[in-house]
T-cell receptor, first 115, second 114 residues
Framework: EADIYQTPRYLVIGTGKKITLECSQT?????MYWYQQDPGMELHLIHY???????EKGDLSSESTVSRIRTEHFPLTLESARPSHTSQYLC??????????????FGPGTRLTVL | KNQVEQSPQSLIILEGKNCTLQ??????????LRWYKQDTGRGPVSLTI?????NTKSNGRYTATLDADTKQSSLHITASQLSDSASYIC?????????????FGRGTQLTVWP
């Protein structure tokens, strides 16, 4: 079982609210990722980080922002939530051995519903 | 266009039976292929990973095969159990990217009935 945690697990909020989805890992991994997944669809990378103070946008355009102030922590923030943001958000981390075979370990996900 | 296609989209089998899930990809260049298991409401968990030179990899009752020439992979589940009910996701990584760019399939939803 991977030591990567996400909170909250479920969140229902109204349009226009600011929210932060938390992700923490205790494995000391340098690389961390945020994915968005809709039911029956593939995962889409929205943000990633190679280490502290390093953040990049992924393949899927997202209005969210991320920060990486500490190695173990990679929060995702939505400044003004909209119904189109309703989705499952998965956080993952991997070692930085410099190979493409590094396995990503996923958190349990946050199911976000914006009314 | 780099894509990963999985079939079938969903599958129902009886407990104790075997099944095979398919994955076809067009990702190039190719680095490795992973199979993940995702339980409902949970994050994916890695089952197997195969590089270009490997054509089979086992993890308990799960056996993955890879044909890099035809760009096909399969995941065979032996003697299925109720706990095997989950979505199985095929993930292909391209070579040459510092990120190890991952391409995800949509998954096969497997349901095991008692």
């Amino acid at each position: 079982e991977a030591d990567i945690y996400q909170t909250p697990r479920y969140l229902v909020i109204g349009t226009g609210k600011k929210i932060t989805l938390e992700c923490s890992q205790t494995m000391g991994h340098d690389k961390m990722y945020w994915y968005q997944q809709d039911p029956g669809m593939e995962l889409h990378l929205i943000h990633y980080s190679y280490g502290v103070n390093s953040t990049e946008k992924g393949d899927l355009s997202s209005e969210s922002t991320v920060s990486r102030i500490r190695t173990e922590h990679f929060p995702l923030t939505l400044e003004s939530a909209r119904p189109s943001h309703t989705s499952q958000y998965l956080c993952a981390s991997s070692e930085s051995r410099g190979t493409d075979t590094d396995t990503q370990y996923f958190g349990p996900g946050t199911r976000l519903t914006v009314l | 266009k780099n894509q990963v296609e999985q079939s079938p989209q969903s599958l129902i089998i009886l407990e104790g039976k075997n099944c095979t899930l398919q994955c076809n990809y067009t990702v190039s260049p190719f680095s490795n292929l992973r199979w993940y298991k995702q339980d409902t409401g949970r994050g994916p968990v890695s089952l197997t990973i195969m590089t270009f030179s490997e054509n089979t990899k086992s993890n308990g009752r799960y056996t993955a095969t890879l044909d890099a020439d035809t760009k096909q992979s399969s995941l065979h589940i032996t003697a299925s159990q109720l706990s095997d009910s989950a979505s199985y996701i095929c993930v292909v990584s391209d070579r040459g990217s510092t990120l190890g760019r991952l391409y995800f399939g949509r998954g096969t939803q497997l349901t095991v009935w008692p």
